[in-house]
């Protein structure tokens, strides 16, 4: 008398495994460029608040500052840009009549995550993922 076996053989877990094993080596890389993105894309929102204090600053004494400058006028909060985006924010002066601001963050096993925004008075700007 023959009975009724239930299961999968070796032969169908293997190719199942090959199959995952595909699957997540495409997709690993994938999700670890999303995430660099989206990395890069809060570093930016941090960048943005430290130009639009530079460009009022700007308006108001015809010169551009340093971070230490412009929290003191109140323009900027540098605890809050540093807890809420959690970069280490650096403004240097730039090109003539221009700054340059660079968000640094640290992202572990020595890879470092950077993002610079160089800004000319002439108009030109340029980021630098």
Request: no cysteine; charged share 20%; aromatic share 8%.
């Amino acid at each position: 008398m023959r009975r009724n076996q239930k299961g999968f053989t070796l032969m169908e877990l293997m190719v199942v495994i090959v199959i995952v094993a595909i699957l997540a080596a495409v997709a690993v890389p994938l999700y670890i460029n999303y995430v660099k993105d989206a990395q890069r894309t809060e570093a930016k929102g941090a960048i943005g608040a430290i130009i639009t204090a530079e460009q009022v600053h700007y308006q108001q004494l015809q010169q551009y500052a340093d971070l230490e400058a412009l929290e003191l006028k109140g323009l900027v909060d540098l605890e809050d840009v540093k807890h809420k985006w959690a970069f280490e924010i650096t403004v240097a002066d730039g090109p003539p009549a221009g700054f340059e601001v660079e968000a640094n963050q640290i992202l572990g096993a020595g890879d470092t995550l950077r993002v610079t925004y160089t800004y000319a008075r002439d108009g030109t700007s340029t980021w630098t993922p």
